[in-house]
């Protein structure tokens, strides 16, 4: 198991070890990433035979080597990282077919490819505006990416009728709703912007639409938008009435609101969220 501690923006990765690496998680992590032995330690900068030693070890050692392998397993962007660094030190049709392989592994998650597209939408933006409002958008990163996740999911239930994606909102102690994101972050600057083709072109407008207006506030308007929808949706911090949000809920807590406001079109979503983060930063959540 892998996790992530995050300061701020900054990053500071925890490898936490279950147990000591075993020879069929060394296996395991040959076949899911298409990678022969050689190979996978040419690119981890090892000996050739390093691999094959581990796998042939009676008791494989708790080292620096294993917990690397360790990672592996449990981070395929990390593994990304590694291949497309280290491409020129393997045969091109060994990184090809790696590099399939490792794509393959976030194709079936709807929320990180939306985290993707989220992204792309975000450096598209950046790109137009002045030094200041790319400065107030890199102050907050990850705050911003699960906005944006959030506000998208909700108007998608609302003008699509369904989920763009399974997970639930589920706000941990920092207060982010999703923990894929939070723990997937660094890794979005390793996968391909091909992934996001996967979703439909309504999705990409809302998913846009949603980043369009967030990208005009900073990271004190978020914080406190994101506590109230916290509030919202699960109570105080000290009376929390739930603390996992099905999707049929979240549809419902705001459908109400969407009916008074005649949130019907894409277009609405914009006059919506403005006045949303206006009345919430009049009012802050306690």
Same mark, same amino acid.
């Given at each position: 198991?892998? @996790?992530? &501690?995050? +300061?701020?923006?900054?990053?500071?990765?925890?490898?936490?070890?279950?147990?000591?690496?075993?020879?069929?998680?060394?296996?395991?992590?040959?076949?899911?990433?298409?990678?022969?032995?050689?190979?996978?330690?040419?690119?981890?900068?090892?000996?050739?035979?390093?691999?094959?030693?581990?796998?042939?070890?009676?008791?494989?050692? /708790?080292?620096? +080597?294993?917990?690397?392998?360790?990672?592996?397993?449990? /981070?395929?962007? $990390?593994?990304?990282?590694?291949?497309?660094?280290?491409?020129?030190?393997? @045969?091109?049709?060994?990184?090809?077919?790696?590099?399939?392989?490792?794509? @393959?592994?976030?194709? %079936?998650?709807?929320?990180?490819?939306?985290?993707?597209?989220?992204?792309?939408?975000?450096? %598209?933006?950046?790109?137009?505006?002045?030094?200041?409002?790319?400065? *107030?958008? *890199?102050?907050?990163?990850?705050?911003?990416?699960?906005?944006?996740?959030?506000?998208?999911?909700?108007?998608?239930?609302?003008?699509?009728?369904?989920?763009?994606?399974?997970?639930?909102?589920?706000?941990?102690?920092?207060?982010?709703?999703?923990?894929?994101?939070?723990?997937?972050?660094?890794?979005?600057?390793?996968?391909?912007?091909?992934?996001?083709?996967?979703?439909?072109? %309504?999705?990409?407008?809302?998913?846009?639409?949603?980043?369009?207006?967030?990208?005009? +506030?900073?990271?004190?308007?978020?914080? !406190?938008?994101?506590?109230?929808?916290? +509030?919202?949706?699960?109570?105080?911090?000290?009376? &929390?009435?739930?603390?996992?949000?099905? !999707?049929? @809920?979240?549809?419902?807590?705001?459908?109400?609101?969407?009916? =008074?406001?005649?949130?019907?079109?894409?277009?609405?979503?914009?006059? $919506?969220? =403005?006045?949303?983060?206006?009345?919430?930063?009049?009012?802050?959540?306690?």
């Amino acid at each position: 198991m892998t @996790t992530v &501690r995050i +300061y701020g923006d900054a990053f500071d990765w925890e490898v936490v070890m279950g147990n000591v690496l075993t020879k069929e998680e060394i296996l395991k992590i040959l076949d899911q990433y298409k990678i022969g032995r050689k190979p996978l330690a040419k690119l981890l900068g090892w000996g050739e035979t390093t691999v094959m030693q581990y796998i042939n070890c009676e008791n494989i050692p /708790d080292n620096e +080597y294993t917990k690397k392998l360790k990672r592996l397993l449990d /981070d395929p962007g $990390y593994y990304r990282e590694l291949l497309v660094e280290g491409k020129d030190n393997i @045969t091109p049709i060994a990184y090809r077919k790696s590099l399939e392989a490792v794509d @393959t592994c976030f194709k %079936e998650s709807k929320i990180l490819i939306c985290a993707l597209w989220a992204r792309e939408c975000m450096n %598209e933006k950046m790109a137009e505006v002045g030094r200041q409002e790319i400065r *107030c958008a *890199c102050e907050s990163g990850l705050l911003r990416l699960e906005t944006v996740l959030l506000w998208s999911q909700i108007f998608s239930l609302r003008l699509l009728g369904y989920p763009l994606f399974e997970d639930d909102f589920q706000p941990g102690k920092n207060g982010l709703p999703f923990k894929v994101p939070e723990e997937n972050y660094i890794k979005l600057v390793t996968l391909p912007t091909s992934l996001a083709d996967s979703l439909s072109p %309504e999705a990409k407008a809302i998913i846009s639409k949603v980043n369009e207006v967030i990208m005009w +506030y900073g990271p004190t308007a978020l914080a !406190t938008l994101m506590k109230a929808e916290n +509030y919202r949706l699960c109570g105080s911090p000290g009376a &929390r009435r739930r603390r996992v949000v099905k !999707t049929d @809920t979240l549809k419902r807590a705001y459908g109400e609101a969407f009916d =008074q406001t005649g949130v019907k079109r894409l277009k609405d979503i914009e006059t $919506y969220l =403005q006045k949303r983060i206006a009345f919430v930063k009049k009012n802050p959540p306690q």
